[in-house]
């Protein structure tokens, strides 16, 4: 057994790039819970156990007027980070606490996995043996619908269906405003939902007339008028809050008692695309936001199971295919990967899976983030990728797509109407990567699930993409690839890997589409470009073989993470001894937190570091070489969502946050399952 991870951040509330609520500290209530962004967005708890209080989430920001010091925090006792739960334990008092934080993100269900809906369990129990009187107080801050603290949030109330809605909205209500990376929503509305009981009560007012209150005397909200209209707060100097009080009433060792809240965002209009206001899909049939809340209270007991059948299954494959910190790794890549997408339909009712470049330049719909996460999207649901594609196909077949080759973006989260990457300057473009990217998925997600309708309307891009890549991608000119930040390099090996995969990747979709003829010619020329590679690419004179950065360029190296997918296509371009050359290679360049990504600079990219250790035949030599990784995210100082780009030698972050690149630590799960069709020509299983 391995010890248990420190998170650098853990998710609680993880939806979409505007609804992702994260603790960034070891203990719940040593900081304020924080937006991705690292943006104040609070959570508060608080628990009495026989008149004494407790604090269990967050800061309380004492009121001389209420109280003099802030309560003592629970002793945290536990933390549990699955794909879909975080779960923590408290003590104090002689009672016991879980807390769990769920977002059903199952992608089974395409509306379950779009619904904006996150579940906070409470379950309180006894540990002496003795009877405790417990009341349970929990609020959310109006921080989680405005953009800047110096806004104002409206409160209002519904009852409805057996259940109290209490809502936070920005003051205005100027929907897909601005476009952005380091943005929070301030439009729509935040809901916390609780089922009505006697032993609950609801407030939405000021944190001081709320919390103070609660501590000093279990009675919360006495000076609000719950029948008031509408008030607007300033978030910074008023400190509204929507609050919960759950009176457990005597907790003995006889039963555990549980209560549940619903924290849920209704974003009226998700994404502009191409000048259209799109709705989330979870609204496709035209369900409101209390419909979508009842159903959420509704279906609980189910989709708990569903989570715990998942999370069990996913912990289960990911020890079998890489050892415990893999499924460590897994578990905390899973929520992000999904949250760092917003999905929505079109006008012709299509999935649209829209990725916002976070902690880079906010771009959406990004081709060379896409192709990093598909991993987890092929195994689980393969229409997400189809659903990352249309944006891009969609675009590029437009008359305001000038150039021969995919394009990078569609726009700047949540706006989507043509790509804004470089300014579109030609010098900017990355021609290579985004083809063979788009080449790569297509064949993919046609792999997965056997549907070839997808590619055959695509058909004609796909192969005008190609047959670029055929004529400039074996020896690529001076210019970017989806490592941008390492600047522009002519003769990029691995990026000429990945020009030899697409090429191979449009063979293999010929071959779906029973056109065996052109399958055969674009088969045999990748394979011509791949013996050539491995001319270009071999290094001469290194006392342990391997493979150059760039053509040319002697005492060089990189990870040659593109590589993978030959393994995984079973297309056997390349010779096994090249690739068992890499990745001794690598084992020898290793450092105290991973693989540098090349040879230039000590930091590495985590989503490639694992890429490139699913070369190993071995997998012990792939557990080796993701342990650093695994040690980065126990111990790196920089507590932020998972990063994909940090040094090798310090675990310090460079940059990128909370990206949906983190999809693509499923890589070898993928590659164990393989995606290569079997002897009768079908997609395997």
């Not at 065996?516 to 088969?523: G, K, N, V």
Request: net charge negative; charged share 25%; proline share 5%.
């Amino acid at each position: 057994m391995t010890m248990a991870l420190r998170p650098p951040a853990v998710p609680l509330v993880t939806i979409d790039p505007y609804f992702s609520v994260w603790s960034m500290a070891d203990r719940l209530t040593d900081d304020f819970t924080r937006h991705w962004t690292g943006k104040r967005n609070a959570l508060t708890g608080l628990i009495r156990i026989d008149g004494t209080p407790w604090r269990f989430a967050g800061f309380t920001e004492p009121n001389p007027e209420n109280y003099c010091t802030e309560p003592e925090a629970m002793r945290q006792t536990g933390l549990r980070v699955t794909p879909l739960s975080s779960i923590y334990s408290f003590e104090a008092g002689g009672v016991a606490l879980e807390l769990a934080f769920t977002s059903p993100l199952l992608p089974e269900s395409l509306e379950l996995l779009s619904r904006p809906a996150s579940y906070v369990s409470f379950r309180v129990r006894s540990l002496d043996g003795r009877a405790h009187n417990v009341q349970v107080y929990f609020d959310v801050s109006g921080e989680w619908c405005v953009n800047s603290s110096d806004q104002q949030a409206v409160l209002r109330r519904e009852q409805a269906e057996g259940l109290v809605l209490l809502q936070a909205s920005c003051a205005g209500q100027n929907i897909l405003n601005a476009s952005g990376d380091d943005l929070r929503i301030d439009w729509g509305s935040l809901v916390l939902a609780v089922e009505e009981t006697p032993e609950t009560r609801t407030w939405a007012g000021p944190a001081e007339k709320l919390r103070g209150p609660f501590v000093k005397t279990g009675e919360a909200g006495a000076d609000i008028d719950e029948a008031a209209p509408d008030k607007a707060y300033t978030v910074r100097d008023e400190q509204p809050v929507l609050a919960a009080v759950w009176d457990c009433g005597e907790v003995d060792a006889t039963e555990e008692k549980s209560r549940l809240i619903v924290l849920a965002y209704d974003d009226v209009y998700a994404i502009e695309y191409f000048g259209r206001k799109l709705e989330a899909y979870w609204k496709k049939d035209g369900k409101t936001a209390l419909e979508m809340v009842a159903d959420a209270f509704r279906e609980y007991p189910g989709i708990m199971l569903r989570c715990e059948a998942f999370d069990r299954q996913l912990q289960a494959d990911a020890v079998l295919a890489g050892g415990e910190k893999y499924a460590d790794i897994l578990a905390l890549s899973y929520r992000q990967a999904i949250a760092a997408h917003k999905l929505v339909t079109d006008a012709e009712g299509q999935p649209l899976f829209m990725s916002k470049e976070c902690f880079s330049n906010g771009c959406i719909a990004t081709v060379d983030v896409s192709y990093p996460s598909i991993p987890l999207f092929l195994l689980y649901q393969p229409e997400l990728v189809r659903g990352m594609m249309r944006p891009i196909l969609k675009y590029a077949a437009s008359e305001a797509w000038e150039f021969e080759f995919a394009p990078h973006d569609v726009g700047q989260y949540p706006l989507a109407n043509g790509q804004v990457y470089g300014e579109n300057a030609l010098e900017a473009q990355m021609p290579v990567e985004e083809c063979g990217n788009m080449l790569v998925m297509a064949a993919a997600v046609t792999l997965a699930d056997g549907h070839t309708e997808f590619a055959a309307e695509h058909r004609g891009l796909l192969s005008a993409w190609a047959d670029y890549l055929l004529e400039f991608g074996l020896d690529p000119e001076n210019q970017l690839c989806t490592d941008d930040f390492a600047g522009h390099l002519a003769r990029n090996a691995n990026l000429s890997v990945k020009a030899v995969m697409g090429v191979a990747s449009y063979s293999i979709l010929c071959g779906l589409l029973d056109d065996s003829a052109e399958a055969e010619r674009y088969l045999q020329a990748a394979r011509d470009m791949a013996a050539q590679w491995a001319e270009l690419a071999a290094a001469q004179g290194e006392a342990l073989p391997h493979t150059k950065l760039a053509f040319g360029s002697g005492g060089t190296w990189s990870l040659k993470y593109n590589l993978i997918w030959d393994l995984i296509f079973g297309t056997q371009l390349f010779d096994e001894a090249i690739i068992s050359r890499e990745t001794s290679w690598y084992r020898e360049q290793q450092n105290r937190y991973g693989v540098p990504l090349d040879n230039r600079e000590s930091y590495t990219k985590g989503d490639w570091l694992v890429w490139a250790a699913a070369l190993a035949e071995e997998q012990g030599d792939f557990e080796r070489m993701i342990a650093p990784l695994w040690d980065f995210l126990n111990e790196t100082r920089d507590r932020v969502p998972f990063s994909d780009w940090y040094d090798t030698h310090t675990a310090r972050q460079i940059g990128f946050q909370h990206r949906s690149v983190v999809g693509g630590m499923f890589i070898k799960l993928l590659k164990d399952r393989g995606l290569a069709p079997g002897l009768d020509g079908q997609p395997r299983r």
